[in-house]
């Protein structure tokens, strides 16, 4: 029978979400629902000095937000829990025992000054920062060098230890990446990572190897930083599970900024994390703004991520993410760095800003556009402007432009616009214009606009020279859908009042 498909997303709670993490969650989760799978959110939270208060809800509420939940976490519960590291220390412990025992590990007992010292002495100008390995380890202080009596010794009298794996002098390692095909390393060139540290916990690698085993993971996508540590997780699994229980990897591609490598620069500029919460950045001391806040729908952002690295084969770019379950294959992944383009990230936006309908774009815009809570009336209005101005918003932050000037006056008329072709006559008009509204009913905005074209005729003036001023008078400047709607929208009393507003400023 085939495995049930699981999954994992493992974060260490040290910061914020950035796209490249969410596109690691994007891709698991896409490859669960296609395969009637579970996808996992383990919180990897071994090294207690990196740890962020409040980074683990922060996670969980990006992903809410994201629409990606797991099916298995410390916030949704599991039969494979705890998801937390930190809560199953006691399982690492005996598997580094096990590994002491059968001596494919063992407890090295060196100060950090005598590292320090170590690598001074060692260091050639061909090797400068010398590693622990085969080449030195007989000469440091641990287990190997020191026998068995004096090894006893030390753990009696207390001595703190970190427990490292004994790499083999000269194997190759190799597993299939599902991205990647054959890849191979040299254990030669490896060194004798730690496994468990002074504090008892275990590092990542030892960590990683037996949850994913404890927690039956079948494929594990991740980024392709991670490569260089599969060797040591190669070799853990050979040795505590067998090779033939290990999960198949996916290294996904690196994502790249316009200039190469995504930098912290980029970062900052184009608000990489997802959402910025009421959360410090501990890296940078401030609430960055992130996706969420500069105005992404995040079926949008989505969207876009699961394009960095991915296609479906056709020219294809909108996806929903339903779609995105139904055609994701993980041979339509390539290996090469993905391109971020924030320019290009904006048209997957405005894309879906428009394709959206109103009911979902309605409390987008009701959230930025009112600080307390409004009326049905008043929502019923909204309704409409949403309608009338989506195609205009690329990013939902634009709705403050595009559609405050319908629930708010102006604050300042780009009264220079009309000015200079300004005339007693075009006065006369919108006197006339103003009190047309206040006093009868012009019918909808194709019946407005004639009227206005009718009477601007009959006084010889250009209906067109006389759009933009009425446009400035209701809106405060160029910009804004057709004139005659807004005016519906607004009503005749409140587009008499910015008329009559309007004319008090000119002269
Ligand atoms: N804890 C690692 C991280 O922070 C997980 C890497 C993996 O998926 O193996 O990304």
Redesign the pocket.
Known sequence: MEKKVRV?????P?GGLHLG?VR?VLFNYLFAKKHNGSFIV?I?DTDQRRYVPGAEEYLFDCLRWCGLEPNESVQHGGSFGPYRQSERKSLYKKYADQLIEQELAYYAFDTPEELEKMRAQLATPSNPSPQYDRQVRLQLRNSLALGEAKTKELLDAGTPYVVRIKMPEQETLRFTDLIRGEVSFDTATLDDKVLLKADGMPT?HLA?VVD?HHMQITH????E??LP?APV?ILLWKHLFGLEQMPQWAHLPLILGPNGKLSKRDGAKYGFPVFAMNWTDPSTGEVTEGFKEKGFLPEAFLNLLALLGWNDGSEKEIFTLQELIDSFSIERIHSAGARFDYEKAKWFNHEWIKKSSTDRLLPEFEQRLFTNAISGAEREKLKQVVALVKDRCTLLTDCNEQAGFFFTEPAQLDTTAITGKWSAEKRAFFEWLANQYQTSSLGDAAAQELLFKEKAASLQLKAGELLLPLRIMLVGGKFGPGVFDIATVLGPTVTAQRIARALTLLP
Not at 8 to 12: C, D, H, M, Q, T
Not at 220 to 223: I, K, L, P, Q, S
């Open positions: 994992r997303f493992a974060p260490s040290t993490g690691t383990r990897e990542y990683v994913d594990a996508f991740r980024g930083e991670w540590s997780h």
